[in-house]
């Protein structure tokens, strides 16, 4: 569960330990709450945040050490075209 932040912790955790190191971090995760702006609860918008940014943040800080040990590593952020251009009925 990426909005987890515990979640997340483990998850780069299992990922060392039954691969020996990661080479290559992406992150893919996101979603939307397709509501008005207005109609936006506090609980939906932290989700948002949680899943959208705080995420990658604890997955890229939990990885990025082995990679600068080793001299070597790629972090790929992927985001929402929404991060250009909203539309209609989207909150962010």
Not at 43 to 72: F, H
Request: aromatic share 4%; charged share 25%; glycine share 8%.
């Amino acid at each position: 569960d990426m909005h987890d932040r515990v979640s997340v912790k483990c998850l780069a955790q299992t990922a060392l330990e039954k691969m020996g190191r990661v080479d290559v971090l992406v992150n893919n995760a996101g979603m939307n709450t397709p509501e008005a702006i207005d109609e936006v609860t506090d609980e939906a918008w932290d989700r948002l945040i949680e899943v959208n940014l705080t995420s990658c943040m604890g997955l890229t800080r939990e990885l990025v050490p082995q990679m600068k040990r080793r001299g070597w590593g790629r972090v790929i952020h992927i985001s929402s075209m929404f991060g250009l251009q909203s539309k209609r009925g989207r909150s962010a």
